[in-house]
């Protein structure tokens, strides 16, 4: 189903039960810039100024703006309506793409359970049977990309669906998992999951959650003058002096 009306998704998630695992995307549908340009309406301007990330400094330049930004909720209900899933004994994490090192950020999964816990959300705290003394575990795919840590799942390179199933099928703490729900703001990984789900023979309940104000949104002038400021800055030959040469070789 699609919605833009998180009451919606409280409504559906009162179905869920300890059997259950309910994740949601971590960006754009629990969390989202401050920064009207670094939002959805934003999404081509950014991509042109920061077309180089495939570079290792154009990774660095990027990776110094998602180290600064600031984030805030996309619907002030979503910390409680998470703990009160926790309260119940069901498994609830996060999933977002990167773990690890990325350019100047030696940790994005700190740099994401920091800002989570600025909005007051906590995904190890489960308090289930099932779950306990098993959020801390840290699941690494071939001993070396980080899979999942403290109740958020981090998908990378690979499809959502890959890795959810990979977890499920390879990790004792998830393969009692009997239903799987997702909120995520893009319909194909909705899409993906669900096949992923009916490939193992796990039932699958999918929310395409589009929050209307975010989407909605168009940029001003102002803000177009105000994103070019904080390029400019960005592209200041200045800001690598910040960063030692061994930032750039172990990248």
């Known amino acids: 189903m699609q919605t833009n009306n998180f ?115 906590e995904f190890s705290d489960n308090n289930s049977d099932n779950n306990s003394d098993n959020n801390s575990d840290i699941i690494y795919l071939d001993k070396k990309e980080l899979l999942y840590s403290d109740g958020i799942i981090y998908y990378g390179t690979y499809k959502k669906g890959d890795i959810i199933k990979y977890l499920i099928q390879n990790h004792l703490e998830f393969n009692k998992i009997k239903k799987i729900y997702l909120i995520d703001d893009y319909m194909y990984n909705i899409n993906d999951v669900s096949d992923a789900c009916e490939q193992i023979g796990i039932d699958f309940v999918g929310i395409h959650y589009i929050e209307k104000s975010i989407f909605a949104e168009t940029l001003s002038p102002s803000d177009i003058r105000w994103g070019e400021f904080q390029i400019k800055w960005f592209d200041d030959t200045r800001i690598w002096l910040h960063h030692s040469i061994q930032n750039i070789v172990n990248f």
């Open 7 to 121: 009451n919606h998704i409280i409504s559906i998630l009162e179905t869920a039960t300890t059997d259950d695992m309910v994740i949601f995307d971590i960006n754009n549908v629990i969390m989202t810039p401050c920064d009207k340009i670094l939002r959805y309406c934003g999404h081509k301007y950014v991509s042109d100024c920061f077309s180089d990330t495939h570079t290792i400094l154009g990774r660095l330049k990027y990776s110094e703006l998602i180290n600064q930004y600031r984030v805030k909720l996309v619907d002030l209900q979503i910390p409680q309506t998470i703990r009160n899933l926790q309260q119940k004994g069901i498994r609830v994490c996060g999933i977002t793409r990167i773990g690890g090192r990325y350019g100047v950020i030696r940790s994005m999964d700190s740099l994401v359970r920091q800002q989570l816990s600025e909005l007051d959300i």
